[in-house]
């Protein structure tokens, strides 16, 4: 009986105990909650307030509906910008995929390691503006590219790289993919020092080769680490290149490698009077990147669960 009491006592304590702490953990959050809700959520909000105006940043905020949206996708805007940004996704199997090799020949301490592990991740600490003009000097029609192609053969005369979306594109997947290397190869060595290195080992011992230990357990045991770098690196694809568009190519020919979020700049600034159309898109851009991340998720989840 006196046993059965002081369970009853010990467990009411707990209890008490686990409630204060849950009443601190959330008294401790709502700071930090009343920050990113004024500098976040107030923005958005009045983003999409503002899609539904005519609102030109100064005088002018009527009320026109969906008008935005109908002209954004009507006039085949929307389309040629999502082809334009889904274009650009190639890049993220590729960088993700050069990330792990590059990672694992790290973590492996190949002949060289100390030296690679700097300059690998050199493109990550370069402004985007910067690699933007490094890259279009490098594609101009005299630049080193033209020159190397034509003194092996491969082209006769200058090709005008930037000049047209079919060349300009792929310029800046390649661009995007060199840059972001550093920063999958970081994110992926950081995911590997969670394997047991026992389990490397056992893997050499059994035989099993350069891919094998690839594929069979690095990518399986590092899968939650693979998720955050391609979702990361799917919204920094879709929100973050306008520096980048900027300096290589300011969107052109036309809007041959126009993004989304660079129309939101180039409606909101060039145009000058076209806020309200801007924040539509942004609207649009918000919800492509919601539905894209969600999509990453429930796939990954699901290869967790395959691969157990």
């Known amino acids: 009986m006196a046993q059965k009491e002081t369970d009853k006592k010990t467990g009411s304590g707990t209890g008490k105990l686990a409630r204060n702490q849950r009443i601190c953990a959330v008294l401790s959050v709502i700071p930090a909650a009343l920050i990113i809700a004024s500098v976040k959520a107030w923005p958005i909000i009045q983003t999409v307030w503002h899609s539904f105006t005519n609102w ?5 905020n009527d009320f026109v509906g969906l008008a935005n949206y109908r002209t954004f996708i009507s006039t085949g805007l929307f389309s040629k910008l999502l082809g334009n940004s889904l274009f650009l996704l190639i890049s993220v199997p590729a960088q993700v995929l050069i990330g792990i090799l590059v990672a694992v020949l790290l973590y492996e301490k190949t002949a060289g390691w100390k030296a690679f592990r700097s300059i690998y991740y050199i493109p990550q600490i370069i402004s985007l503006v910067i690699l933007g003009y490094l890259f ?25 790289w930037l000049a047209k979306g079919t060349t300009a594109l792929p310029v800046l997947t390649i661009c995007i993919t060199w840059y972001s290397v550093g920063w999958q190869v970081i994110m992926i060595l950081g995911g590997m020092s969670s394997i047991d290195p026992q389990v490397f080992e056992a893997a050499k011992i059994d035989g099993a080769n350069f891919f094998t230990r690839i594929f069979k357990i690095i990518i399986p045991m590092i899968s939650s680490t693979l998720t955050y770098c391609v979702v990361m690196s799917v919204v920094w694809t879709f929100t973050s290149l ?40 942004a609207v649009v851009l918000l919800i492509i990147v919601m539905i894209i991340t969600f999509i990453n998720l429930r796939i990954s989840k699901a290869a967790e669960k395959e691969w157990g």
């Open 56 to 60: 030109d940043g100064l005088y002018k």
């Open 242 to 281: 306008f520096s980048l568009i900027y300096s290589m190519t300011n969107g052109g020919p036309g809007y041959e490698t126009m993004t989304l979020d660079y129309m939101v700049y180039a409606r909101s600034f060039l145009k000058g009077d076209q806020f309200g159309f801007a924040c539509a898109v």
């Open 136 to 160: 279009k000097s490098m594609f101009s029609q005299n630049g080193p590219i033209n020159q190397i192609l034509m003194l092996l053969g491969f082209i006769k005369t200058p090709v005008e």
